[in-house]
């Protein structure tokens, strides 16, 4: 099973708002990954965590907070964010953080925000 | 760190003929070449990867090589059908500092003509 599940599929908030993104995987995966792409543009990475810790932030805005519950779940935190961050929140997941393995895309969440 | 150059940005076949993509990198400690395919509004798949080890891997219609010498990699698809076009990534990861992250290719959209 080489599944990585996200909800919810689309969601749209306005710069008020306060939303959740969240990211489950039962591969045993010890690193997850936030990209977010923007149409016809690669993935760009924002977070990386490693064992349940985040290992990496990408100078993102701090409206953008992730959060590692456990070693299956990721979630992505919003709060007031700007009509450029409408764009797609990939979920990915490996089975460590380095090294020539392979990483896998959840289905991603569309988010516009208004 | 690494750098990532995927030509060309599209490409046009016509059904049943091969469709040839190449990326080049920069860094030398890079020891992981994997190949997304993503279909419009979908998630990249992963549709194959090779390891520096290794020169050449093919999967039923798909193959890559990979020439280290030159820092190069190839994605060959042979005996295209309409389902093969998508924008498909080339990506590289470094077995050096930082090898946390893919770095992905702008992308090529290819389009198979029926």
């Known amino acids: 099973d080489t599944e990585v599940t996200q909800t919810p599929k689309h969601l749209v908030m306005g710069m008020t708002n306060k939303k959740s993104l969240k990211c489950e995987q039962h591969m045993g995966h010890r690193a997850m990954y936030w990209y977010k792409q923007k149409a016809k543009k690669p993935p760009e990475l924002m977070f990386v965590?490693?064992?349940?810790?985040?290992?990496i932030n990408e100078s993102v805005p701090s409206r953008f907070s992730p959060e590692c519950p456990n070693s299956s779940l990721l979630n992505l935190h919003l709060h007031a964010l700007q009509p450029e961050d409408s764009a797609l929140y990939l979920c990915?997941?490996?089975?460590?953080?380095?090294?020539?393995?392979?990483?896998?895309f959840g289905p991603g969440t569309r988010l516009t925000v208004t | 760190g690494e750098n990532v150059e995927q030509h060309p940005s599209t490409l046009s076949v016509q059904e049943g003929d091969s469709a040839v993509i190449k990326c080049t990198y920069s860094d030398s400690a890079s020891n992981y070449f994997p190949w997304y395919k993503q279909e419009l509004g979908k998630r990249p798949q992963l549709i194959i990867d090779?390891?520096?080890?290794?020169g050449e891997k093919k999967d039923q219609r798909i193959a890559v090589t990979l020439n280290k010498t030159a820092k190069h990699f190839s994605l060959h698809i042979t005996e295209t059908q309409p389902e093969d076009s998508a924008v498909y990534f080339c990506?590289?990861?470094?077995?050096?500092?930082?090898?946390?992250?893919?770095?992905f290719g702008k992308g090529t959209k290819l389009s198979v003509i029926p």
């Open positions: 990915a997941s490996s089975p460590q953080d380095r090294g020539a393995y392979e990483q896998y």
């Open positions: 965590y490693s064992y349940e810790k985040l290992s």
């Open positions: 990506a590289a990861r470094s077995s050096g500092a930082g090898s946390y992250q893919l770095t």
């Open positions: 090779i390891r520096s080890n290794v």
